[in-house]
């Protein structure tokens, strides 16, 4: 399966460096890894980062995002536990295959992260709209209007969208019950030839 999420939406090319900023690279990303974990049921996903620039900016050559702003949030969401990956140049990520090696990728913007969605699943995609309290799927081709009532629209991305909601509910349910009552952390003494199992500590105290 092929996950795409999107930094900034419909906002013009000329204005997309502007919504680039590192506290809101890590707010996509924590946001998308928890979508992972309680809608699709991963456990610790791995996230790919695109740059913004042509081969991601080849060192500040062809443009700063990458060094000053994107690299520094995949670094300090790495540091908080999220395993993101990158920035990675758009062309050769998609071109090689490479993101089969991940379950998600954060695009920078619509069509860098969309344009190869849709070359690659356009009948069959679905849209979800994260963040939400309530589950919000539909058919990531849009609307057709233009071929209303000839008889010739592919259903299967309305009926995956359908699906598709129907096991965001259920990994949901699961993911509440698995977390509604998680363990303590125990902590183990060691330094002596006996090991003591200490049950007396919780996080706060140490």
Not at 17 to 26: L, R
Not at 124 to 129: C, D, K, L, R
């Amino acid at each position: 399966e092929i996950r795409v999420a999107l930094l900034t939406i419909h906002e013009p090319l000329s204005k997309v460096a502007t919504f680039i900023t590192k506290e809101g690279i890590k707010n996509g990303l924590k946001q998308l890894e928890r979508t992972l974990q309680q809608d699709f049921g991963i456990e610790k996903p791995r996230i790919a980062v695109m740059g913004l620039n042509p081969h991601a900016g080849e060192n500040g050559l062809l443009g700063l995002e990458e060094v000053e702003v994107i690299t520094p949030a995949v670094e300090e969401a790495w540091q908080e536990g999220i395993q993101a990956f990158g920035p990675f140049a758009a062309d050769g990520f998609w071109g090689s295959g490479h993101y089969r090696k991940f379950d998600a990728v954060l695009s920078m913007y619509h069509d860098q992260g969309l344009l190869p969605f849709k070359l690659l699943a356009m009948d069959e995609g679905v849209n979800i709209t994260t963040g939400l309290p309530i589950i919000r799927t539909s058919p990531d081709h849009g609307t057709a209007f233009d071929i209303c009532g000839k008889g010739v629209a592919n259903e299967a991305s309305f009926r995956n969208a359908i699906y598709r909601a129907i096991d965001i509910y259920r990994n949901r349910m699961r993911y509440q019950e698995a977390t509604a009552n998680p363990l303590q952390k125990k902590y183990v003494e060691r330094g002596k030839d006996n090991v003591r199992l200490d049950l007396s500590k919780s996080d706060d105290e140490l």
